[in-house]
């Protein structure tokens, strides 16, 4: 086969389709041991070694070669797991998808003590790549080893470990308009080890997946245009994939019985956005989209979105929830950026985070965002950030009590329907601030950050007693995973507990809630 195609094993697991387990392979093989991850590894399914579903990203680079001249036998997407069988004397390019190869992302470093310990995305990465490099040892084989996607980055920041692994190209960027000639400069030894590229596809340059997609993902826009400073996508101009092309990619994945559509976007409230200024919603194009896809399957959720604009137009979440059928025990996830509680910060890393609001209502914002969420039945796992420049310990603080805050009130306000979830991430140089320092967790703690991380997964501990089991219901796996998630987060809870008071610091001293109120939402 000319060119093999496939991912690292941390990207083919379902996870037991189990909501949010597809971070477990950021944990620490340290701390979770292997025969429990082998227990909730569950890979896609395979035929002959091929995958009948993969993750998008591959999806895509298949479909630009084929679309590029390359023939249909020329091109296969494999299991990683069964790779060898593709590879012979003619294969020239084994091409590896990848999100956090050296376990440098965000999550990774808050769970590895920021790069202590090995994460299992590492673990499962470097073992795929020496087994390609041994095996072509072994066999006296030519081809190139080819890696790319959302964490090609790692790989040239840490180049004495690609040296090593003998990885021969490193792809970054937005590869479908030119990954044919790259290949085939690959294929004639004419192009750098790091390859970089800088100019966007246009969105007719796209090319629509021609083979199932992992959990039915399609991409409904590339880019975002909210400009966060911290955020490599948001810095690339927003193309908006037109309704007809994004049906047909769910008709793909419909060929194999997949009934659920997960799309894809920065920000689905940005999708088909015409207010440039301040991000106004187009209520129409989203509800439009949602009603053409929930044509056509039984379930479809967006994969991001932002707090602001779902209070701008909670439209949007009435009747995306009409459409799926929402329900207390039927909710339609959502990941969000909180980043942070301060009005002054926020203004400073991502000002158009908030629009079409004011900086300075940005905790009001995430509280009644929060509360529009969850009275159409939608739930927000948020993400924070830990180590921003420029931040103060104060910010810090101010995010732990607007977590509390948003506890309380939202519970008080709606009782059962109140769910969501904070996790906090490391700060990462990203976007344009990558001449930054990566936050040191072991360095770096202060009071403000600890109280900020402690009451983030204090409130975590709190959604898997209590929440939970309103997005796993009916899920038998849930009875496998449920006693273990419990127990793993109030270990760390009391793991962080215990840190907090080696430094002297007393995080069950009360916090004064944020006095900021809900306001009532009223959908025509």
Known sequence: MRIVLTSDPSLTSTFREIPLLDFLPCAPVENVPKFIYRILDTQLPEENGKLIQAPYAIRKIEAALLKDGFKREEVVVAHPKKIEKFIDEKTTIVGVNTMDPYGLGPVTLMFTEGGKKTSYSKLLFTSLIK????????????????????????????????????????????????????????????????????????????????????????????????????????????????????????????????????????????????????FYPNEEAVIDLFEHVLNKVDFANPTHGTAAGALAAPRILKRVAELNHANLNKWIGIQVGFETASPELIKKIANNKMKPFSAEEWPWVLLNGTYAFNKFYWFPAYTTIVGLPQETDEDEIDTARLIITMEKKLHEKLGEKAHFS???????????????????????????????????????????????????????????????????????????????????????????????????????
């Not at 080893?145 to 180049?159: D, N």
């Not at 009916?474 to 760390?492: D, Y």
Request: aromatic share 8%; charged share 30%; proline share 4%.
């Open 422 to 524: 904070v996790t906090p991430l490391c700060f990462v140089p990203m976007g344009s601030l990558k001449k930054n320092e990566f936050f040191n967790i072991e360095e770096n703690l202060t009071k403000g950050r600890i109280l900020h991380i402690y009451h983030a997964w204090k409130h975590l501990a709190w959604e898997v007693d209590h929440g939970l089991k309103r997005v796993t219901r009916k899920k038998p796996n849930f009875l496998i995973f449920a006693p273990l998630a419990k127990l793993g987060s109030r270990l760390v809870v009391r793991s962080i507990r215990k840190w907090a008071i080696k430094k002297g610091i007393n995080v069950d001293k009360p916090l004064e809630p944020m006095d900021i109120k809900i306001e009532e939402i009223k959908v025509d």
């Open 131 to 278: 087994r390609l490099r041994d095996f072509r040892k072994r066999r006296g084989y030519k081809f190139k080893i080819v890696v790319g996607s959302q964490g090609a980055w790692q790989l040239e920041l840490k180049q004495d470990l690609t040296e090593e692994l003998e990885i021969d190209h490193v792809i970054s960027g937005e590869a479908d308009h030119v990954i044919g000639n790259i290949f085939r400069n690959i294929e004639t030894g004419g192009e750098d080890k790091f390859i970089k590229i800088n100019a966007w596809p246009k969105i007719e340059e796209i090319p629509t997946i021609v083979n199932p997609s992992y959990k039915g993902m399609v991409e409904v826009m590339r880019g975002c245009g909210r400009g966060c400073r911290f955020c490599s996508p948001n810095l690339r101009m927003a193309r908006f994939n037109p309704i007809e092309k994004i049906l047909k990619e769910v008709d793909v994945n419909l060929s194999v019985g997949q009934r659920k559509a997960w799309l894809h976007s920065e920000d689905i409230f940005n999708y088909m956005v015409k207010d440039r200024r301040n």
